[in-house]
């Protein structure tokens, strides 16, 4: 019986796996902002994902995070969050909870995940079922999982992507009253309130072909959906209330990857138009070059738009399209096993940003990252309006 018991335990740990982390990280900025008196910023996320394959064809996979913060950009209620609706990032969440089934040729995965489409690295014009959290930084994000159905095909080298999102997830933006906000100048001493927002009801969907061929790669993709980047409507109460909305949007796009002998050759080009009387429309593409030498590696390119149609309203949120007509980079050193070193760079015609970052492995669980950004600017270009946004960081995390 002892034996038995053993043998069980030992087959449900072959089929179980789990890992996570405990992270606090502290941002410096030297400067206050207009809206932001605020100098240091203090996080603490934990994180833990686990999986069980039930069968060689059946895998349930999830992943919750628990955090806090000192500058209430985090809830304080307990709340446990599973859809990402909220303008402070919940305490308790869902960031993964769903089940892939393979059999044969066909994958599909249904529930909470992270998906994600395009090929380049600067910027993913194509990437739509990818939200992402802009809410402490426009510099530095992470993305927010999506519920959906997703279905994948391959065959010999060929992949059908089918995706089906019912209901809506925004991108988080900045709050109003902290310094990733940049309000004009008029509205100095003007009180200016959250409304809310008024959330598509409809469903979302995607399909993504993608082909490999003997020395080149190219997706073609179709999207119909919303924008998750809010516009804004303006009520002239006592205050000023700002309501968040989220135009139709329909993509038409693709991608390529060329591997040359000395680097590689990727773009990535995504056509957008809305049904939404006046909403913009517009392109955006990236052309990218990659080259790996030793240790180090390096990408560069150019982010490009092309407007259609203009907007009605000028209240937007889109650092997609504020990165856009930038010639942007980035370089990474693998200095050893333990030790890595990057740069970031981003330079438009009004402003620029620059960010340094090292990591160190300590041992088998904890790694130490220090970054520093620099940002400047003019205050009527995307980058230059956060030029008071300068900051160092230090991120200390446990993995287990």
Not at 221 to 243: E, H, K, M, R, W
Not at 328 to 357: H, K, M, P, Q, Y
Request: glycine residues 10%; proline residues 4%.
């Amino acid at each position: 019986m002892i034996g038995a018991g053993v043998l069980f335990f030992a087959l449900v740990a072959q089929q179980f796996e789990q890992r996570g982390f405990v992270e606090n990280r502290t941002v410096v900025y030297p400067q206050t902002a207009t809206n932001d008196s605020g100098r240091v910023v203090d996080e603490v996320l934990f994180r833990e994902e686990a999986s069980y394959k039930f069968a060689p064809w059946f895998t349930v996979s999830g992943s919750f995070d628990a955090r806090t913060d000192s500058h209430r950009q985090t809830a304080r209620d307990g709340v446990v969050d599973a859809d990402d609706r909220s303008i402070q990032r919940p305490a308790f969440s869902v960031r993964r909870l769903s089940a892939t089934i393979h059999r044969g040729k066909v994958t599909a995965e249904i529930g909470r995940q992270l998906i994600r489409w395009g090929k380049t690295d600067i910027l993913n014009p194509t990437d739509r079922f990818a939200p992402k959290d802009y809410l402490s930084s426009v510099v530095d994000t992470d993305f927010l999982g999506v519920s959906a159905a997703r279905v994948t095909y391959e065959s010999g080298g060929d992949t059908v992507d089918l995706v089906w999102q019912p209901w809506f997830t925004p991108s988080r933006t900045p709050l109003l009253n902290q310094r990733w906000t940049v309000l004009p100048s008029e509205a100095a001493g003007v009180s200016i309130v959250d409304a809310g927002a008024r959330y598509p009801g409809g469903s979302q969907v995607g399909a993504r072909w993608n082909h490999v061929g003997s020395g080149y790669e190219y997706s073609l993709c179709f999207f119909d959906g919303y924008q998750n980047l809010p516009s804004f409507d303006v009520a002239f109460t006592p205050t000023i209330a700002l309501t968040r909305n989220y135009p139709n949007l329909r993509l038409y796009g693709g991608d390529a990857a060329v591997p040359l002998r000395w680097l590689t050759v990727k773009g990535e080009a995504a056509y957008f138009t809305s049904s939404t009387p006046g909403a913009e429309e517009y392109a955006l593409y990236v052309i990218q070059l990659e080259r790996q030498v030793k240790e180090w590696s390096f990408v560069g390119g150019y982010a490009g738009s092309v407007v259609t149609r203009d907007a009605v309203s000028p209240l937007q949120f889109a650092p997609d399209r504020g990165f856009a007509k930038s010639f942007v980079g980035r370089a990474g050193l693998t200095i050893d096993a333990n030790r890595s070193l990057a740069i970031e760079t981003a330079v438009r015609g009004g402003g620029s940003f620059v960010r340094f970052e090292y990591s160190q492995l300590f041992g088998q669980h904890w790694r130490a990252t220090g970054g520093i950004a620099w940002i400047r600017g003019d205050m009527d270009d995307f980058l230059g309006q956060y030029r008071r946004n300068s900051y160092g960081s230090l991120a200390i995390r446990y993995s287990f």
